[in-house]
């Protein structure tokens, strides 16, 4: 996975609540069997119109934003299907910051898999930012001080201890899980004993 | 100290906790499908892993798959690679699989649970988010990405961390015509699509001890559209009589000994609830959809809401683009909606008591002219079972179509899909936008309801056609 350590980006404002992971990938982009390529069509129905032609002012089809790092959006973004094709096309298209009030537990989950740092703030405070995707100007985030910087004001945010040293370092956390092998052993020994159904073998 | 059942299931599953929290929790039961598991079989094979215990993992075919006329396969190419890469992956590393021909196959959160691979106490994951809908056995079932389908693939566990504990409340009971499903979306407006997020729910009380296992499997199914991962109910005997003789439920002295341990799960009493919510059932009645999130519910009695009456410019947005989208003026009767299409299935409402609701309304009675009305059973079982009892027969007679088992028009991925501006009524789960097609226009209702909407040519009120 690619570490997450700092960013410098104009960002990109959508302020729509309940972003679900329909409209951020449509179903017809999940026939893949691959993780990547799936950048050109996030956000399908909402950049390009029933002939496949883009639409020249949704946000993100425009300049500066079609280059942005980071995306400012309503509260809930990411609800409703697990599809981790969600994250894979923001990160695809270059998104690896967003900025929220709150997510879905499965896409907040399936964005660390991924290098992305989905980050909670308040409304006041996104409201202050997405200012700044207004002026077109640069934001900045740090990872390791979890602070963003924009204009001379900066804010904290908070992140999981274990989720944030994960992103830092990049790792792999089937490697992680792996290194506890012995313990997965004797649990399975364990169920076996007490629960036999569940080895149907 | 007292504890709930999410509690007592999470401390039964802990493989390794570390200071900060973060566990490493055991996987009982894994589903695997064709659209959210290349990637992680691709993501083992590049890392030379293997797949630690292949008999804890069941696959089956089911968001691709065509749900007319199996017999030349699937047309559509890439569907196609992905149906049969699921296939050589199976082969593979050695997981067992019902393919599209296999009379077993249908949608994971029905093919589960009728097999007897669901069972309770269980920890158990799939890369699909309603996978919630097997909570309705006592086990902590939750939907899951594909690096973490990888993940369980590979070691058997997930990293997790604990969720809070909410309790929903349902007593009394449902006065007639109304369904889990209307429960369910009832409980969805009002606790919102963030309501769950962060939290297991519980669903208790004396309605829910009331209802069958295939309604509090409707219930569960929806968790995720209140925001909770999962959602759970303390397993009773109705739940081991359904149990009892599955082809993969335990058997003989096993059989005993796995009722003795299920019949412990519960959360004790005075055990502690982060979040508490209370329902009376005699006071639901037949919920619609009429915007572009599961929480946008009205009753069949009510009308479309009006944004200039909301104070909240967030919400007051949220609806014009709602209205907008859907095609609908505020303060419309939810009974003046037309609509075209009618889609009877899903996770959600696609299984054997479902069609019967379905058809008891439908019996004798034609569709709408205007109407196209499909049927697609939850599995081969199902479709089996309905054809046995002659649901089929009604259902073609009224005007629908019969067709082969899978998830369908619940997400569109196979070819049966809403056009631009067409309006369905439907027993899915999800009234997103682009949903059911690109443009097209979703009301979620319960398979009675759907059923009325299908010879009303509107929606209407299903209690008017009880039989």
């Given amino acids: 996975m690619q570490k997450f350590i700092s960013l410098k980006s104009i960002p990109t404002y959508l302020p729509i609540v309940n972003i679900d992971t329909d409209m951020i990938i449509p179903k017809q982009f999940l026939k893949t069997i691959k993780r990547t390529g799936l950048g050109k069509n996030l956000f399908f129905e909402l950049r390009y119109d029933e002939k496949g032609k883009e639409i020249s002012d949704f946000i993100l089809n425009k300049k500066p934003f079609c280059n942005s790092n980071i995306l400012i959006t309503g509260k809930n973004f990411g609800c409703g299907s697990s599809r981790e094709h969600a994250p894979w096309a923001l990160l695809d298209f270059g998104i690896t910051c967003i900025i929220s009030s709150s997510y879905a537990d499965i896409f907040y989950n399936n964005c660390f898999k991924n290098g992305i740092l989905p980050i909670v703030l308040n409304e006041d405070k996104i409201k202050e930012i997405s200012e700044y995707s207004n002026r077109k100007e640069e934001i900045s985030v740090n990872l390791a001080d979890q602070k963003i910087i924009y204009g001379n004001n900066e804010i904290s945010f908070e992140i999981d201890p274990f989720k944030k040293k994960c992103l830092l370092e990049g790792l792999d956390d089937i490697a992680l899980s792996l290194e506890k092998s012995d313990k997965i052993k004797s649990f399975e020994n364990k169920v076996k004993n007490q629960r036999p159904w569940i080895f149907n073998d | ?467």
């Fill in chain 2, 1 to 467: 100290m007292p504890h709930t059942l999410y509690d007592k299931i999470w401390n039964d599953h802990l493989v390794h906790e570390q200071d900060d929290g973060t566990a490493l929790l055991f996987v009982d039961r894994h589903l695997i499908h064709e659209v959210t598991s290349p990637q992680a079989f691709e993501g083992l094979r590049s890392s030379n892993r293997k797949v630690r215990q292949p008999s804890l993992t069941l696959a089956v075919a089911d968001h691709n798959v065509p749900t007319t006329d199996r017999s030349k396969g699937i047309s559509d190419q890439e569907s196609k690679i992905q149906v049969e890469t699921l296939e050589a992956n199976c082969k593979e590393f050695g997981i067992k699989l019902f393919g599209m021909n296999d009379k077993r196959q249908g949608i994971v959160h029905v093919t589960g649970p009728e097999q007897g691979f669901t069972q309770p106490g269980t920890v158990i994951v799939c890369g699909d988010s309603h996978t919630a809908t097997h909570g309705a056995f006592g086990s902590l079932a939750f939907g899951i990405g594909t690096s973490e389908v990888e993940h369980v693939l590979a070691t058997q566990t997930l990293v997790q961390k604990k969720a809070k504990n909410f309790r929903i409340n349902v007593n009394g009971k449902l006065p007639l015509g109304v369904t889990s499903k209307d429960v369910i979306l009832q409980i969805i407006g009002k606790i919102g699509t963030a309501g769950g997020t962060g939290c297991v729910i519980e669903y208790a009380g004396d309605l829910i001890r009331s209802l069958s296992v295939e309604q509090r499997m409707t219930i569960c199914n929806m968790t995720i559209e209140g925001g909770a991962r999962a959602g759970l109910i303390e397993p009773d005997e109705k739940i081991f009589n359904y149990l009892k003789g599955r082809p993969m439920s335990p058997k003989g002295e096993t059989w005993d000994k796995a009722v003795e341990v299920w019949s412990n799960l519960n959360s004790d009493n005075g055990s502690h609830f982060d979040k508490e919510v209370s329902l009376t059932a005699e006071e639901i009645i037949p919920m619609v959809t009429w915007g572009t999130s599961p929480q946008d519910v009205i009753t069949i009695e009510g009308k479309v809401p009006n944004p200039n009456t909301e104070k909240d410019l967030d919400k007051k947005s949220s609806i014009e683009r709602s209205l907008k989208y859907m095609g609908l003026k505020p303060d419309t009767l939810a009974k003046d909606i037309k609509i075209d299409k009618v889609f009877i299935g899903s996770c959600t409402n696609g299984r054997i008591e479902d069609l019967r609701e379905a058809a008891k309304i439908l019996k004798n009675k034609k569709k709408a002219s205007h109407v196209h009305a499909m049927v697609v059973p939850g599995s081969g079982l199902v479709k089996q079972q309905a054809e046995q009892e002659g649901l089929d027969k009604i259902f073609i007679k009224s005007g629908f179509e019969w067709r082969e088992p899978g998830c369908s028009m619940c997400l569109a991925m196979n070819a049966d899909k809403l056009k631009p501006e067409e309006r369905c009524a439907s027993t899915s789960n999800r009234n997103f936008e682009g949903r059911q097609g690109r443009g097209g226009r979703t009301h979620l209702v319960s398979p009675g309801m759907a059923a009325a909407a299908a010879i009303a040519g509107n929606l209407d009120d299903v209690r008017k056609y009880q039989n």
